[in-house]
Nanobody, 123 residues
Framework: QVQLVESGGGLVQAGGSLRLSCAAS????????MGWFRQAPGKEREFVAA????????YYADSVKGRFTISRDNAKNSVYLQMNSLNSEDTAVYYC????????????????WGQGTQVTVSS
């Protein structure tokens, strides 16, 4: 079992930046590929970004490419999502997720989830 706790959400003006953090329990953090997903009311949970176990490779949804950056610090058991040039379409609850196997774009492939953190972008 892995416990994930997100933080860093809040209210930000359009064009601004926000940095989300996700802290994981245990000492086997490097055994998990990590991902960020988001969900707005009435919409499906969608893939945002993912990073491989070593942090060497990253993947992004087309909607956030060039604006968001995912990274990880295995020594701190943490994964981050730096969000720049935010707009109203980025408003959602953001979730951190861990995948025992490999990176994936589908939520059902992830084994553990955080509680989510709200990001609201004013237009």
């Amino acid at each position: 079992q892995v416990q994930l706790v997100e933080s860093g959400g809040g209210l930000v003006q359009a064009g601004g930046s926000l940095r989300l953090s996700c802290a994981a329990s245990g000492r086997t953090f490097s055994s998990y590929a990590m991902g960020w997903f988001r969900q707005a009311p009435g919409k499906e949970r969608e893939f945002v970004a993912a990073v491989t176990k070593s942090g060497a490779n990253t993947y992004y949804a087309d909607s956030v490419k060039g604006r968001f950056t995912i990274s990880r610090d295995n020594a701190k058991n943490s994964v981050y999502l730096q969000m720049n040039s935010l707009n109203s379409e980025d408003t959602a609850v953001y979730y951190c997720a861990a995948n025992l196997y490999t990176v994936a774009r589908t939520a059902r492939n992830y084994d553990y989830w955080g509680q989510g953190t709200q990001v609201t972008v004013s237009s």
